[in-house]
Structure formats: structure tokens, C-alpha cells
């Protein structure tokens, strides 16, 4: 045992101000220090900054950093007792998890099998040491019938794997069908190297052929196009065989791929199920080139409107021919579910009105909802926006005992430090068995914090949609107000985005690699910041929201004066890049801006720039400024305002 550091000097060494901890409570240092000696099997340090927390609300975290320290060496009555004394820890199932896969590791079967059934959603390393705990056992049916589950992966499995696979197959558990599985899950991966291995482990002369067909037509799809006979009916492997060779196809030549599928499909009697993806995925492609042929293509794909999808996307071509007759028709082909969804609501009231009905109705009912076609609507019809904004009436007592709770004390001490991770789990914990009611009410709660993004997370969970105080938080109005008028751009414009793209969580970034408030990827902030010259030594200041709202702005600035001024144009710019915007616009520019808005071949895109241009309104109409969805130059764009007979 290290000799203990005495008490005022153990203080002033976790005082010590650190970069991440400028807004850290005294015991929030002393916290951080006291965890770094626990995962350093610091003693001293550990033992005298546990005597300063006391009743910290995350002592515990400091017990499982202590006992993950000494993992090796732990027992599973060890790591029972820290379950029992914190049974909704999230830590505690993490550690359940550890001793499991080291117990496993050791081949202590019989206090590996006391932990394992306590796992939800074992690995497959874990599922391994199962099978060969109940080889231990003598249960060989069993544990053979799982090995040979795990076998056909069309991936590598685990080393833990390994002793069970050997004992498996000197057993004579490897049947020649198994390993026509594993080379086509393998294929099916693109992993050619694995099925090569695994058709060396066939032993039939019988499939052989097959296999080696399976591999030769992933190789060279196009040799299938010269000789159908290569696959018949009476294999059915070879349905996968075909679906496997059509996808290689489709990555080297959509065209050539979907004729195969078309002449073989129905020659292989694939089900209408199995087709489906495959199908779908080839045909939105196709749909999304806007080649001249697609509409055409799609509806041999799917002659009888079984994919909606595809119908969709027939309905969006036909929108970009403006034939009206057309997209009401298709609308039609819809399933009733979809038909309903405001979208094509929207377009059908659209290819009507075109047709010279009254529509004044159906576009008033639809003006009611709080969607982007709502607001398209009611602006069409100058009926006004409807936010349909249910208000709760919070009950502060109860608001105060839930966060005396000792869960919702180590989420927040966890969110003050910046340990989302954690503090989500702990969020997922807490709020499993709740009633919608109480999971609203948490909500609230995290939203009192300052952690709007789990806010939002929380009403969607208790499906409080109307709820706008805690769906749209505000938490940066002067900053966005400010960048605004500096950048000439609409007030609520970056604000929107920046509910789209980070629900305001000041530390968001995306895999990427954007960052922040409004994700920034660093070589945009880098430039932006040059050209406007806002200081950004370190791409850490993106995470304070000055800079990256000033920057994030600035660059919203900027496609809004590349795309004249047409917010359509630049929020599509800032989600997938302005180039790709640049080329969409020379190939589809002279079009309706709502049907140009539909027919953006990035769903992402699409669905992003919407939520924008709607959220834009939801927060001008709650600040009580007067709110447009678009522009008057913009509105001028759209479908019904268009001349007859212009398109393409």
C-alpha cells in the first residue's frame, strides 16, 4: 500500500485546473482525479479522494473503474456483490459482460455458465465459450448444433472459436452442405478469400461444381448473361447463386444486371419476397439517374406495383415530366398507408389543381398538419401555419424528486462532465420500465440541464410530438440572431440547421468527422474561418458555440450568395456539398423547386432539406416573428405557380 498523501495537498493537486475542466465543480476535479488514480491502481490517491466525495453521486463509477482495473484477477462472486449493491448501474452489466468473456477465456465453465444466461444479447466470442462449456459438459448435440450455426458465417469468427470449430469437425460435423453455405454467405460479403477456404472444405463431388460455379459467377457475373443453362430451377442454391452474381453485375453495369435479373428471376421461380430487395434496390438506382429509360425499366421491374418504393419513384419521374394524368394515377398505385402520408397528399392536391380541379379543400385539411407539406399548403393557400403545440403543465415537485433519484443524480453529474456515453446509458437505464408520462417528465427534467439533444431524444421516446417547448429548444438566440444579420441570411435559417444537424449538442460529431453545433467538417471550418477571418487555432474551439455558430453561418452565407439566394439550393449544398448541388441543378435545374426539392436522388438530402425549411417556420412562428416557409422568389418556383408545358 502507497503511503497516503495527506488531505490539503491531495486537494490542491486535484484543484489543478485542466483545459476540459474550466466550469468543473471543486468535487467534479476531484472526481476526475480520484477516477484516474482508480484505473491507474493509484491506492493512495484513490483512498484519499474517496475520502473527500462521501456520498458522491458517482462513487460507484470509481468502484468499477478500481475492480476493471484488477479484471484479471477478479472473481465472479466479486463482481455478483457489485451487481447486487447497484442493480441499475449500468456499469454493473458492462462488468457482467467482462468477467463473462475473461471466465470464458479461462475455461472455467462452471462460473462462466452462472453468468452467461444473465447476458442480453451475447457475443459471438461469448456464444463460443457457451458451445464449448457445453462440450465440457458432455452435450455434444447441442454444442455441435451451434458450431455449426457460427460455422457458416460468410465472416471470420473469433479465435474463441476455434477449439469448438476443430472438435466439431474431427467429430465429422462438416457436412459438404455447410460448406455451400459459408462460400455463398461469404460471397454474399464480398469476401472471396473465406469462400475460397470454404470450398476447400467440401468433400462431395456432387456439389462441387456448384461451388465453384458460386465462385466463378462472382468473379465474372457477365458469363451468365451468355449461358442462362449455368443455373436451373432444380438447385435451389442456385436462386442465391443468381442474386449473387446480379448484385456484382449491377456494381460494373446497372443496365446489363437488371436484364439478367429480369430474364432469370422468373426462370429460377425466385418468391416475389426474396426478389423484393434486390429488385427494389436495382430499380432505385435506375430511378435515380433520371436516364431517359427509367420510367420504362421500373415498370418492368415491377409490373404490378407490389414495390412502393418503386412506385414512388415512378410517381417522382413522372413529377419531372409534369404529366399530372400521370402522378395521380401512380399516387393511386400506392398502398392506401402511404397514399394517406402527406406527401403524396400533397402531390396529388398538386397534380389535380394542374388538372383543373378545385382542390382549395383538400389542401386546407392539409394545411393543418405541422410537416413541411402542411406548411407548403397552408402557404399555397394562405390559410396560415398550424403548429399544433400541446403545452405540458409540469408538476415541479415531481420534476424535483426525479432528480434527487440516484440515477437521475449520476446522469446529471455525468452530463456536467461530458461523459455522454455514460450518461446515456444511464438516460436508457432509468427510463426502460417508465410510462410514457414519466419519460416525458425526465425530458423535462434533462432539459432543465442545458442537455437538449436528450430532451429531444425523450419526447420522441414518450411520443409527446406536440410538445414544442421541449422538441424546439432555443438555447443560443443571440448567437444565431447576431450571425444572421452578419452573414445576411434569414434569422431562424442557421438555428434550423442546427436543430437538423446536432439537436444542439455542443460536442456532437458525426463519423465524418463534423463538429458541433452546426457540423462543421474541419477542412470547411478552416477555410471559412480564413475567408472571414474568425480565429480557430484548434479545431477544439469548434465545439464552442461562438465559433462554430459564427463560422457555421458565415458558411451558410456563402451557398446562400453561391445559389442566388435560394435557400433550396443552399441548405442542399450544406448537407451534401455544393458541388454535388451544382451538378443536380445542371441536370434537372429547370423544374418546379418543390419538385425539384422531391426528386433530390439523396434521401438523407431531401428529408434534411425539408425538416430545415419546416423548422425555419416552427421557430419564427414561436418567436412571434413572421414566418414564411419560403421566399416570394421561391414560392414563385413551385409547381403551381409554373407555365404549362415547361419542363425539362
Request: glycine fraction near 6%.
Given at each position: 500500500?502507497?503511503?497516503?498523501?495527506?488531505?490539503?495537498?491531495?486537494?490542491?493537486?486535484?484543484?489543478?485546473?485542466?483545459?476540459?475542466?474550466?466550469?468543473?465543480?471543486?468535487?467534479?476535479?476531484i472526481?476526475?482525479?480520484t477516477?484516474s488514480?482508480?484505473?491507474?491502481?493509484?491506492?493512495?490517491?484513490?483512498?484519499?479522494?474517496?475520502a473527500?466525495?462521501?456520498?458522491?453521486?458517482?462513487?460507484?463509477?470509481?468502484?468499477?473503474?478500481?475492480?476493471?482495473?484488477?479484471?484479471?484477477?477478479?472473481?465472479?462472486?466479486?463482481?455478483?456483490?457489485?451487481?447486487?449493491?447497484?442493480?441499475?448501474?449500468?456499469?454493473?452489466g458492462?462488468?457482467?459482460?467482462?468477467?463473462?468473456?475473461?471466465?470464458?477465456?479461462?475455461?472455467?465453465?462452471?462460473?462462466?455458465?452462472?453468468?452467461?444466461?444473465t447476458?442480453?444479447?451475447?457475443?459471438?466470442?461469448?456464444?463460443?465459450?457457451?458451445?464449448?462449456?457445453?462440450?465440457?459438459?458432455?452435450?455434444?448435440?447441442?454444442?455441435?448444433?451451434?458450431?455449426?450455426?457460427?460455422?457458416?458465417?460468410?465472416?471470420?469468427?473469433?479465435?474463441?472459436?476455434?477449439?469448438?470449430?476443430?472438435?466439431?469437425?474431427?467429430?465429422?460435423?462438416?457436412?459438404?452442405e455447410?460448406?455451400?453455405?459459408?462460400?455463398?454467405?461469404?460471397?454474399?460479403?464480398?469476401?472471396?478469400?473465406?469462400?475460397r477456404?470454404?470450398?476447400?472444405?467440401?468433400?462431395?463431388?456432387?456439389?462441387?461444381?456448384?461451388?465453384?460455379?458460386?465462385?466463378?459467377?462472382?468473379?465474372?457475373?457477365?458469363?451468365?448473361?451468355?449461358?442462362?443453362k449455368?443455373?436451373?430451377?432444380?438447385?435451389?442454391?442456385h436462386r442465391?447463386?443468381?442474386?449473387?452474381?446480379?448484385?456484382?453485375?449491377?456494381?460494373?453495369?446497372l443496365?446489363?444486371?437488371?436484364?439478367?435479373?429480369?430474364?432469370?428471376?422468373?426462370?429460377?421461380?425466385?418468391?416475389?419476397?426474396?426478389?423484393?430487395?434486390?429488385?427494389?434496390?436495382?430499380?432505385?438506382?435506375?430511378?435515380?439517374?433520371?436516364?431517359?429509360?427509367?420510367?420504362?425499366?421500373?415498370?418492368?421491374?415491377?409490373?404490378?406495383?407490389?414495390?412502393?418504393?418503386?412506385?414512388?419513384?415512378?410517381?417522382?419521374?413522372?413529377?419531372?415530366?409534369l404529366?399530372?394524368?400521370?402522378?395521380?394515377?401512380?399516387?393511386?398505385?400506392?398502398?392506401?398507408?402511404?397514399?394517406?402520408?402527406?406527401?403524396?397528399?400533397?402531390?396529388?392536391?398538386?397534380?389535380?389543381?394542374?388538372?383543373?380541379?378545385?382542390?382549395?379543400?383538400?389542401?386546407?385539411?392539409?394545411?393543418?398538419?405541422?410537416?413541411?407539406?402542411?406548411?407548403?399548403?397552408?402557404?399555397?393557400?394562405?390559410?396560415?401555419?398550424?403548429?399544433?403545440?400541446?403545452?405540458?403543465?409540469?408538476?415541479?415537485?415531481?420534476?424535483?424528486?426525479?432528480?434527487?433519484?440516484?440515477?437521475?443524480?449520476?446522469?446529471?453529474?455525468l452530463?456536467?462532465?461530458?461523459?455522454?456515453?455514460?450518461?446515456?446509458?444511464?438516460?436508457?437505464?432509468?427510463?426502460?420500465?417508465?410510462?410514457?408520462?414519466?419519460?416525458?417528465?425526465?425530458?423535462?427534467?434533462?432539459?432543465?440541464?442545458?442537455?437538449?439533444?436528450?430532451?429531444?431524444?425523450?419526447?420522441?421516446?414518450?411520443?409527446?410530438?406536440?410538445?414544442?417547448?421541449?422538441?424546439?429548444?432555443?438555447?443560443?438566440?443571440?448567437?444565431?440572431?447576431?450571425?444572421?444579420?452578419?452573414?445576411?441570411?434569414?434569422?431562424?435559417?442557421?438555428?434550423?440547421?442546427?436543430?437538423?444537424?446536432?439537436?444542439?449538442?455542443?460536442?456532437?460529431?458525426?463519423?465524418?468527422?463534423?463538429?458541433?453545433?452546426?457540423?462543421?467538417?474541419?477542412?470547411?471550418?478552416?477555410?471559412?474561418?480564413?475567408?472571414?477571418?474568425?480565429?480557430?487555432?484548434?479545431?477544439s474551439?469548434?465545439?464552442?458555440?461562438?465559433?462554430?455558430?459564427?463560422?457555421?453561418?458565415?458558411?451558410?452565407?456563402?451557398?446562400y450568395?453561391?445559389?442566388?439566394?435560394?435557400?433550396?439550393?443552399?441548405?442542399?449544398?450544406?448537407?451534401?456539398?455544393?458541388?454535388?448541388?451544382?451538378?443536380?441543378?445542371?441536370?434537372?435545374?429547370?423544374?418546379?423547386?418543390?419538385?425539384?426539392?422531391?426528386?433530390?436522388?439523396?434521401?438523407?438530402?431531401?428529408?434534411?432539406?425539408?425538416?430545415?425549411?419546416?423548422?425555419?417556420?416552427?421557430?419564427?412562428?414561436?418567436?412571434?416573428?413572421?414566418a414564411?416557409?419560403?421566399?416570394?422568389?421561391?414560392?414563385?418556383?413551385?409547381?403551381?405557380?409554373?407555365?404549362?408545358?415547361?419542363?425539362?
Amino acid at each position: 500500500m502507497k503511503r497516503l498523501l495527506p488531505l490539503a495537498l491531495l486537494t490542491a493537486a486535484l484543484l489543478t485546473p485542466i483545459a476540459a475542466s474550466a466550469d468543473l465543480t471543486p468535487r467534479q476535479l476531484i472526481y476526475q482525479q480520484t477516477l484516474s488514480a482508480a484505473e491507474a491502481k493509484d491506492d493512495a490517491a484513490l483512498e484519499a479522494g474517496l475520502a473527500q466525495l462521501e456520498d458522491y453521486p458517482l462513487r460507484p463509477y470509481i468502484e468499477y473503474a478500481r475492480l476493471r482495473a484488477d479484471l484479471d484477477q477478479l472473481t465472479l462472486d466479486e463482481v455478483l456483490a457489485f451487481s447486487a449493491r447497484y442493480p441499475d448501474l449500468p456499469l454493473e452489466g458492462r462488468l457482467r459482460w467482462q468477467i463473462t468473456t475473461l471466465l470464458g477465456a479461462r475455461g472455467d465453465w462452471a462460473a462462466f455458465n452462472r453468468v452467461y444466461p444473465t447476458l442480453n444479447r451475447p457475443s459471438t466470442e461469448q456464444q463460443c465459450y457457451a458451445a464449448r462449456a457445453q462440450l465440457a459438459a458432455g452435450e455434444r448435440t447441442r454444442a455441435f448444433a451451434e458450431a455449426a450455426r457460427l460455422w457458416v458465417a460468410g465472416h471470420s469468427q473469433p479465435n474463441a472459436c476455434d477449439p469448438l470449430f476443430e472438435r466439431w469437425m474431427q467429430a465429422g460435423g462438416l457436412q459438404p452442405e455447410h460448406a455451400f453455405r459459408r462460400v455463398l454467405a461469404a460471397l454474399g460479403e464480398g469476401n472471396l478469400s473465406l469462400a475460397r477456404y470454404a470450398a476447400r472444405q467440401n468433400r462431395s463431388e456432387q456439389l462441387k461444381p456448384h461451388i465453384e460455379r458460386a465462385i466463378s459467377l462472382y468473379r465474372d457475373p457477365t458469363a451468365l448473361l451468355k449461358n442462362p443453362k449455368q443455373l436451373t430451377r432444380a438447385m435451389p442454391e442456385h436462386r442465391q447463386i443468381l442474386m449473387l452474381a446480379t448484385e456484382r453485375l449491377r456494381r460494373r453495369d446497372l443496365d446489363q444486371a437488371i436484364e439478367l435479373w429480369l430474364r432469370d428471376r422468373k426462370r429460377l421461380a425466385i418468391p416475389v419476397e426474396e426478389q423484393a430487395y434486390l429488385t427494389t434496390r436495382m430499380g432505385l438506382h435506375k430511378a435515380k439517374r433520371f436516364e431517359p429509360d427509367a420510367e420504362a425499366t421500373l415498370a418492368r421491374l415491377d409490373p404490378t406495383f407490389q414495390l412502393e418504393e418503386l412506385t414512388e419513384w415512378r410517381a417522382r419521374l413522372a413529377l419531372t415530366r409534369l404529366d399530372w394524368p400521370e402522378v395521380e394515377r401512380l399516387i393511386g398505385k400506392l398502398p392506401a398507408s402511404k397514399r394517406a402520408h402527406e406527401r403524396w397528399q400533397y402531390w396529388l392536391g398538386v397534380a389535380r389543381q394542374r388538372q383543373g380541379h378545385n382542390v382549395s379543400g383538400e389542401l386546407a385539411r392539409l394545411g393543418t398538419e405541422r410537416t413541411f407539406y402542411g406548411f407548403m399548403a397552408a402557404e399555397l393557400g394562405g390559410t396560415g401555419f398550424t403548429l399544433n403545440h400541446e403545452p405540458i403543465v409540469l408538476d415541479v415537485g415531481a420534476l424535483d424528486r426525479l432528480e434527487q433519484t440516484p440515477a437521475f443524480q449520476r446522469m446529471k453529474e455525468l452530463f456536467e462532465l461530458g461523459e455522454l456515453y455514460d450518461a446515456r446509458s444511464e438516460w436508457n437505464e432509468a427510463t426502460a420500465k417508465m410510462t410514457p408520462a414519466q419519460q416525458h417528465l425526465a425530458a423535462h427534467l434533462v432539459k432543465r440541464w442545458g442537455w437538449h439533444t436528450q430532451a429531444i431524444r425523450g419526447a420522441i421516446q414518450s411520443e409527446r410530438w406536440n410538445d414544442l417547448d421541449i422538441r424546439f429548444p432555443d438555447p443560443y438566440p443571440e448567437q444565431f440572431e447576431r450571425f444572421a444579420q452578419r452573414n445576411e441570411i434569414p434569422s431562424t435559417w442557421a438555428t434550423a440547421i442546427a436543430r437538423q444537424e446536432s439537436a444542439f449538442w455542443v460536442r456532437a460529431r458525426s463519423h465524418a468527422g463534423a463538429l458541433g453545433l452546426m457540423q462543421l467538417m474541419p477542412a470547411t471550418a478552416r477555410g471559412t474561418a480564413k475567408r472571414h477571418g474568425v480565429p480557430l487555432r484548434h479545431l477544439s474551439a469548434l465545439y464552442e458555440p461562438e465559433t462554430n455558430i459564427a463560422l457555421g453561418s458565415a458558411y451558410l452565407g456563402e451557398m446562400y450568395q453561391r445559389f442566388g439566394n435560394n435557400r433550396v439550393f443552399a441548405t442542399a449544398a450544406y448537407n451534401a456539398g455544393p458541388h454535388r448541388v451544382d451538378r443536380w441543378l445542371d441536370a434537372r435545374g429547370r423544374l418546379p423547386l418543390d419538385i425539384w426539392i422531391e426528386t433530390i436522388p439523396f434521401d438523407e438530402t431531401r428529408n434534411y432539406v425539408q425538416n430545415v425549411l419546416a423548422f425555419g417556420v416552427i421557430y419564427d412562428q414561436r418567436a412571434g416573428r413572421p414566418a414564411q416557409l419560403l421566399s416570394e422568389r421561391e414560392r414563385s418556383l413551385l409547381a403551381l405557380n409554373w407555365p404549362n408545358g415547361e419542363s425539362l
